[in-house]
């Protein structure tokens, strides 16, 4: 297939065109070192492209072809996390799990990445953050950095970081969960950012669970700040 025809399916609004694409370029990268170069000389062009899909595109096929290369991630990453378009900011949030844990520019991403505007984008974030916390060594959850981190969104005045934390939280309880007992904690607070966090991810998890949600949503008195979105979460997960 010609190099002009894979980057129309890269650049397709529809995501079973972009999909073949990037199954294109995995296995064009993997046939030879020589060709893993060709394609990560291609793909240097195609970041900047006026095409969003294709940015997008981009940075996935970045992922997946260069997951164990932290200098060749950052490169793409540092473009696409300053990218007008909410697509690309979500693949660059995608590809950053592959960055370890303690790398030291990791964190400084995470929390730009956090106060993006656009939930789905939130969403991703916090995404990446459980994928990587699962990931790392087995010590208390609550004393890994990254844990520390998601702390730190939920206590804040931005509501995109506390959506952020929210999302991880959301995720690491697939696989932990203790975060049942961080949200138990969490809702007996003062703190009315704190307690704000809890009651999303307690949205976001209600469904699933909705005993253990029920029980630590009634620790939980509304107030100033909280109200709203209390009442809309009860109302969503059909609590009484």
């Known amino acids: 297939m010609e190099v002009a025809e894979i980057k129309a399916l890269g650049g397709n609004s529809k995501a079973e065109l972009r ?5 294109i370029l ?3 990268g993997k046939a030879h070192p020589s060709a893993k170069k060709r394609v990560l000389a291609l793909l240097e ?3 900047t492209d006026n095409n969003p899909y294709l940015r997008r595109t981009t940075l996935l096929a970045i992922g997946d072809l260069f997951k164990k290369n932290s200098d060749v991630l950052l490169k793409f990453s540092e473009i ?3 990218d007008s378009s909410w697509e690309v900011r979500m693949a660059t949030a995608k590809i950053l799990e592959h960055l370890p844990a303690k790398h030291t520019r990791l964190q ?3 929390q730009i990445l956090a106060k993006d505007k656009t939930t789905i984008v939130n969403r991703s974030v ?3 953050l459980a994928k990587i916390i699962r990931k790392s060594q087995k010590t208390q959850l609550m004393n ?3 844990m520390r981190l998601i702390k730190e969104f939920a206590l804040s005045d931005d509501m995109n970081e506390r959506k952020t934390a929210a999302f991880a939280l959301r995720a690491i309880e697939r696989k932990n969960k203790e975060i049942l007992d961080v949200l138990k904690e969490w809702s007996k607070t003062n703190d009315v950012n704190l307690k704000w966090t809890c009651i999303y991810a307690c949205k976001l998890l209600g469904k699933k669970l909705p005993v253990e949600i029920s029980n630590i949503l009634s620790n939980i ?3 100033k700040g909280l109200d709203r979105i209390f009442t809309k979460t009860l109302k969503e997960l059909e609590y009484p």
Do not use: N, S, V, Y
């Not at 999909?19 to 199954?23: G, N």
């Open 80 to 82: 696409g996390i300053k």
């Open 108 to 110: 400084e991403m995470i």
């Open 221 to 223: 008195t509304p107030e």
């Open 144 to 146: 890994k950095p990254l």
């Open 26 to 28: 995995k296995m064009i």
């Open 126 to 128: 916090g995404d990446m």
């Open 45 to 47: 062009k195609w970041i």
């Open 19 to 23: 999909t073949r694409a990037l199954k």
